[in-house]
């Protein structure tokens, strides 16, 4: 592996005991907000004041995360304005009357489990849904924006490439706008079936899309020249066999580029708090919320994935060996093509970088 992917320095002895100090109370903090939600009903007004809460914590925390300025005084701060928001509101509900049981939060996790297996067969279905054709070409230029950035601003003429996990064909369209030939895969059928009728619909050429599974890849070994897996690995129950599946299909000296998520940081905590206080929300009424907040669809959609798919945020130094192992010979860590990509070498004059966001996204472009 390359030494593009070193980390960014600690920060001076001087002030790592106030850090560390500062570190324990966020964390203690952000345990006492987990339990005085869970000490509201998931009901009512109960329930309306949590989700409020959530939103606030969140949108706090983006209002300053981009400062390059030690984040956990303000971190604390909104912390406990929370909390004292909570326990306000603790007090004011157990003073009126009993209201009647909402539809959304009075789910057993027996039951949610049973939502989680019926909703999510098709959940992507009904969110791409909401995209016209507007916001999905907008979408589309982000993805294009990005691989890119693995051609030096150049195209990818003439290839021919792989896209596991396509979801909604972004990354396949972005990548046959670039000149390849790419074919998506996705086990999902309602996503296929979307991919294709956006290829239909606008003409696209370049493009194929099957239904097809990451563990088990229905092609010869070494023919393709790069394979996209943009968002799927955290989602991955067994990473190690897709990896190895993807090594075996590309050509010697292609490229796979994959992006997930980085693990740690501030931001994954209160992230994880906010995930707490959904935990006994079924999902189609977690759809409702989310929806009845008015955000953009791939907004939507990053909330539901966020909240209900299987996540397992790496290190950089975890995904380095997953990569190793499944026999890939160097990998380059990316900068980001968005200030909201969050990769740690566009970040590299922030000290705090890692106390925020931990290891950032990571999105590499990992040779074989």
Same mark, same amino acid.
């Given at each position: 592996?390359?030494?593009?992917?070193?980390?960014?320095?600690?920060?001076?002895?001087?002030?790592? =005991?106030?850090?560390?100090?500062?570190?324990?109370?966020?964390?203690?903090?952000?345990?006492?907000? $987990?339990?005085?939600?869970?000490?509201?009903?998931?009901?009512?007004?109960?329930?309306?004041?949590?989700?409020?809460?959530?939103?606030?914590?969140?949108?706090?925390?983006?209002?300053?995360?981009?400062?390059?300025?030690?984040?956990?005084? $303000?971190?604390?701060?909104?912390?406990?304005?929370?909390?004292?928001?909570?326990? %306000?509101?603790?007090?004011?509900?157990?003073?009126?009357?009993?209201?009647?049981?909402? $539809?959304?939060?009075?789910?057993?996790?027996?039951?949610?489990?049973?939502?989680?297996?019926?909703?999510?067969?098709?959940?992507?279905?009904?969110?791409? !849904?909401?995209?016209?054709?507007?916001?999905?070409?907008?979408?589309?230029?982000?993805?294009?924006?990005?691989?890119?950035?693995?051609?030096?601003? !150049?195209?990818?003429?003439?290839?021919?490439?792989?896209?596991?996990? %396509?979801?909604?064909?972004?990354?396949?369209?972005?990548?046959?706008?670039?000149?390849?030939? %790419?074919?998506?895969?996705?086990?999902?059928?309602?996503?296929?079936?979307?991919?294709?009728?956006?290829?239909?619909?606008?003409?696209?050429?370049?493009?194929?899309?099957?239904?097809?599974?990451?563990?088990?890849?229905?092609?010869?070994?070494? *023919?393709?020249?790069?394979?996209? %897996?943009?968002?799927?690995?955290?989602?991955?129950?067994?990473?190690?066999?897709?990896?190895?599946?993807?090594?075996?299909?590309? $050509?010697?000296?292609?490229?796979?580029?994959?992006? !997930?998520?980085?693990? =740690?940081?501030?931001?994954?905590?209160?992230?994880?708090?906010?995930?707490? *206080?959904?935990?006994?929300?079924?999902?189609?009424?977690?759809? =409702?919320?989310?929806?009845?907040?008015?955000?953009?669809?791939?907004?939507?959609?990053?909330?539901?994935?966020?909240?209900?798919?299987?996540?397992?945020?790496?290190?950089?130094?975890?995904?380095?060996?997953?990569?190793?192992?499944?026999?890939?010979?160097?990998?380059?860590?990316?900068?980001?093509?968005?200030?909201?990509?969050?990769?740690?070498?566009?970040?590299? =004059?922030?000290?705090?970088?890692?106390?925020?966001?931990?290891?950032?996204?990571?999105?590499?472009?990992?040779?074989?």
């Amino acid at each position: 592996m390359t030494g593009s992917l070193s980390r960014l320095q600690p920060m001076n002895a001087s002030t790592s =005991d106030t850090l560390a100090g500062q570190k324990r109370l966020a964390a203690r903090l952000i345990a006492r907000y $987990k339990r005085n939600a869970d000490a509201l009903p998931s009901s009512g007004f109960g329930l309306r004041a949590k989700v409020l809460s959530a939103i606030l914590l969140m949108r706090g925390y983006e209002a300053f995360m981009y400062s390059k300025r030690n984040p956990y005084p $303000k971190v604390i701060a909104l912390l406990r304005w929370q909390l004292e928001y909570l326990k %306000c509101t603790r007090t004011s509900y157990s003073s009126t009357v009993a209201e009647p049981p909402s $539809k959304i939060g009075n789910k057993t996790k027996a039951k949610r489990s049973i939502a989680h297996d019926l909703h999510f067969q098709n959940v992507y279905k009904n969110l791409w !849904g909401h995209f016209d054709q507007q916001s999905f070409r907008r979408f589309r230029e982000r993805v294009a924006a990005r691989l890119r950035v693995l051609t030096s601003g !150049g195209g990818l003429k003439g290839m021919r490439g792989l896209d596991v996990g %396509c979801g909604s064909g972004a990354f396949t369209f972005g990548a046959a706008g670039l000149g390849a030939h %790419c074919i998506g895969i996705d086990p999902g059928t309602g996503n296929i079936s979307f991919a294709r009728k956006i290829a239909k619909r606008t003409g696209a050429k370049g493009v194929v899309f099957r239904k097809g599974s990451a563990y088990k890849l229905e092609f010869a070994a070494e *023919i393709f020249d790069f394979v996209i %897996c943009q968002g799927v690995l955290h989602h991955l129950e067994n990473p190690e066999q897709a990896m190895r599946e993807i090594h075996r299909v590309l $050509k010697p000296g292609g490229y796979l580029y994959i992006g !997930g998520s980085g693990a =740690d940081g501030l931001y994954n905590s209160l992230w994880d708090a906010v995930l707490h *206080i959904f935990s006994t929300f079924s999902v189609r009424e977690t759809a =409702d919320i989310v929806r009845a907040l008015e955000v953009s669809p791939n907004a939507q959609i990053n909330f539901m994935d966020g909240f209900f798919i299987h996540y397992q945020r790496r290190s950089l130094k975890s995904l380095v060996q997953l990569l190793r192992s499944a026999g890939f010979s160097q990998a380059i860590l990316l900068k980001g093509s968005a200030p909201y990509d969050l990769s740690a070498l566009d970040f590299t =004059d922030d000290p705090y970088f890692a106390d925020k966001f931990g290891a950032g996204n990571l999105r590499m472009q990992v040779y074989k």
